[in-house]
């Protein structure tokens, strides 16, 4: 009688690992889903503003400071 309580104390342990595995994986996969679509549309504005900011260096012209500052918020955030 013990060992058949036994082994039911280990199944159910394993299962209660698989599952937290399984609830860590999904929320793992939505966390990445979510952190995709905030750099998609951060490349979106970010690159349009970079390529605006080296056509503006290529033209020999200064970048003002809120312009660097921009720049250099975007590139510390957590999603980059």
């Given at each position: 009688?013990?060992?058949?309580?036994?082994?039911?104390?280990?199944?159910?342990?394993?299962?209660?690992?698989?599952?937290?595995?399984?609830?860590?994986?999904?929320?793992?996969?939505?966390?990445?889903?979510?952190?995709?679509?905030?750099?998609?549309?951060?490349?979106?504005?970010?690159?349009?503003?970079?390529?605006?900011?080296?056509?503006?260096?290529?033209?020999?012209?200064?970048?003002?400071?809120?312009?660097?500052?921009y720049i250099k918020s975007?590139?510390g955030s957590r999603n980059?």
């Amino acid at each position: 009688m013990q060992e058949v309580i036994r082994i039911y104390t280990i199944l159910s342990f394993f299962i209660y690992i698989i599952l937290c595995c399984v609830v860590y994986m999904l929320g793992q996969d939505i966390l990445d889903k979510r952190n995709e679509k905030k750099i998609k549309k951060l490349s979106e504005t970010f690159g349009v503003e970079i390529k605006r900011q080296i056509e503006v260096l290529k033209l020999n012209n200064k970048l003002s400071k809120m312009d660097i500052d921009y720049i250099k918020s975007n590139i510390g955030s957590r999603n980059y």
